[in-house]
């Protein structure tokens, strides 16, 4: 049995992220703790209802809740307005009031759908975040960033809602396959790169366990987004790597998975510093030999021109100018605004 880890996360209204193994077996009494009670929508996927839903309603039952759950189709297309409209009737129809709870049970899919579904329902009930994937615990479930997509891109609507509890049982990360959790592995490193240089030591070096992985990754991004609830500058910083990373999942037709795609514009950016003698080498080094070891891609398969359009279309870009987040060293990072000759001129150097 390991020991369960917490973080509190001082954003708006402060709350909790537990990570341990067999947490979900917890879910209820860490609810009932916090004073929720009354009906739990638990909302999921088919992978992940068929594999932890019963376990979650079974612990939300012992502790008093009626409970009821809405599972959707797993996959990115799940995020849909059509998705929020059904949870919200859902919700209607079973009479749930604003102190009753919905808690999202897997993904970032879900987290994402679920966490919106619950900062509108009634202008907001409350949320329990359970996280399933590596990426989702490391990453999607602490901030308090809910979206769903449009026919125009993803996350085109959305709102910043903060859950009560963010409940991650590592236990689960067992039936990931190999594929989601190197996806997951590539935030994780993100958080090495850009501000943790000690991190990447112990990622390199291994056996952390994963409960203290997940920690750090969470407390850094509870540290970035306390000082940036609302997305206007710290939180830059969690971009590291997505300005190249949502050009190659656009230029794929979004078939490149979300981890792979940071890694690519990670080794891609820290490329192009290298090269404008603006970062050491060992950054790059540490970071291709860390890419490797979890089974991830550094070699970005566009070319120059095709990136640089791409990335021209990104929402982030604003009035002529887009923040890049530029390695200086290993574990170290500053935040740049670049006009299009600059960003140009950045992407030709990690393609080189
Ligand atoms: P992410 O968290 O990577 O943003 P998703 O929510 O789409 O992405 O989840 C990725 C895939 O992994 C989905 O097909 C989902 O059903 C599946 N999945 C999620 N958690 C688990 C788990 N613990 N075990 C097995 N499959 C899971
Ligand atoms: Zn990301």
């Known amino acids: ?80 307005a059509e998705n929020l ?42 949320f329990v975040q359970l996280p399933t994937t590596l990426l989702a615990a490391v990453d999607s479930s602490v901030g308090g960033k809910t979206a769903i ?29 190999d594929e989601e959790f190197s996806n997951g592995m590539a935030e994780v490193i993100k958080y090495g790169m850009f501000c943790d240089g000690g991190f990447l030591d112990i990622l390199t070096e291994s056996n952390t366990d994963i409960e203290s992985m997940v920690a750090r990754c969470v407390a850094i991004k509870a540290r970035v987004v306390e000082a940036d609830e609302f997305d206007k500058g710290e939180r830059m910083f969690l971009n590291f ?24 514009g990670m080794a891609v950016i820290t490329k192009a510093c290298v090269n404008a003698n603006e970062c050491d080498n060992h950054a790059l080094e ?14 970005c398969p566009y070319g120059v021109d095709e990136v640089y359009n791409v990335t021209l279309k990104d929402k982030k870009n604003a009035h002529g100018m887009i923040t890049l987040v530029l390695p200086t060293a290993k574990g170290k990072s500053i935040l740049k605004k670049c006009d299009y000759n600059e960003l140009k001129e950045i992407i030709t150097l990690g393609l080189k």
Not at 158 to 163: L, M, V
Not at 241 to 263: C, F, K, N, Q
Not at 286 to 295: C, E, G, P
């Open 1 to 80: 049995m390991t020991v369960t880890k917490k973080i509190d996360v001082k954003a708006g209204k402060p709350y909790s992220v537990k990570i341990g193994k067999g947490l979900l077996d917890k879910a209820g009494e860490e609810a009932k703790a916090l004073g929720l009670d009354g009906k739990a929508l638990i909302v999921s996927d088919d992978n992940v209802a068929a594999l932890y839903l019963e376990r979650v309603s079974a612990s939300l039952k012992s502790a008093g809740f009626e409970v009821l759950s809405f599972v959707i189709p797993h996959g990115e297309s799940s995020k849909s």
């Open 149 to 177: 997509d449009l026919t125009a891109g993803k996350n085109l609507a959305g709102a910043f809602y903060q859950p009560k509890l963010v409940l991650c049982d590592t236990a689960t990360f067992d039936t990931l396959p």
């Open 241 to 264: 790597g997505h300005t190249i990373a949502h050009a190659v999942e656009a230029l794929s037709g979004y078939t490149t998975p979300h981890g792979s795609a940071v890694a690519i």
């Open 286 to 299: 540490v970071l291709i030999s860390l890419l490797k070891k979890y089974n991830l891609p550094s070699e």
């Open 85 to 126: 409209l059904a949870i919200l009737e859902f919700a209607a129809e079973n009479a749930f009031s604003r102190t009753d709870t919905f808690f999202a049970l897997g993904g970032g899919v879900v987290g994402d759908l679920c966490g919106f579904a619950a900062a509108v329902y009634m202008r907001g009930t409350n």
